[in-house]
């Protein structure tokens, strides 16, 4: 039982009781938000840093899959059970994707508009890329947003699924891809 009328905090539990001056509701108020404030601190910079992470990640998987038709991040980095729909739309496993890597010839790559949310383990990170290079069979990469969702594992955060879709011409044209 709590009573902050009363000049002393009591509080009851599992038969025992405990008596506790109080210094003001005031005080104890201030108190509850520090630790709130202090928390409510410590999970930003901790998803500032969780951020920087999932972005570097994605940009090592990429820039190695792509550039240098190097699987190595995407096998070290990725679940067993990773999906992508690449930019023709094909559905591909985890060893699809690797094996894949053949039908590249990319010059450049670069990454914006990137944004990252976090729902308990999972994040998710969409942004623009642009690709200067081709895919056989489809020839050359068009402008694309694409979407990563990761998983926080006992082994750090690993790539579960991506997507890459290429931008409409009219999006390109009004300037929203």
């Known amino acids: 039982m709590i009573e902050f009328?009363?000049?002393r905090l009591q509080l009851r539990g599992n038969g025992m009781n405990f008596s506790k001056t109080k210094t003001s509701t005031f005080g104890l108020a201030v108190s509850m938000a520090a630790t709130?404030?202090?928390?409510l601190a410590s999970n930003q910079s901790d998803n500032l840093a969780d951020t920087e992470k999932i972005k570097q990640?994605?940009?090592e998987q990429q820039?190695?899959?792509l550039l240098n038709k190097n699987?190595?991040?995407l096998e070290r980095l990725a679940v067993d059970?990773?999906?992508v729909i690449a930019p023709g739309g094909r559905v591909e496993t985890k060893a699809q994707a690797v094996v894949g890597v053949g039908s590249l010839d990319v010059r450049a790559v670069e990454f914006s508009q990137e944004q990252v949310i976090f729902y308990n383990d999972t994040a998710?990170?969409?942004?623009k890329i642009d690709i200067d290079g081709t895919m056989q069979p489809l020839g050359k990469f068009p402008p694309m947003k694409f979407m990563a969702t990761f998983v926080r594992t006992e082994d750090g955060w690993k790539t579960l699924s991506r997507s890459m879709t290429p931008c409409a011409p009219i999006a390109i044209?009004?300037?929203v891809c």
């Open 63 to 65: 820039q190695e899959l």
């Open 71 to 73: 699987a190595e991040p």
């Open 124 to 127: 998710v990170l969409v942004g």
């Open 36 to 39: 709130a404030s202090s928390c």
């Open 173 to 175: 044209e009004h300037g």
């Open 57 to 59: 990640l994605n940009r």
């Open 81 to 83: 059970q990773y999906l």
């Open 5 to 7: 009328g009363n000049p």
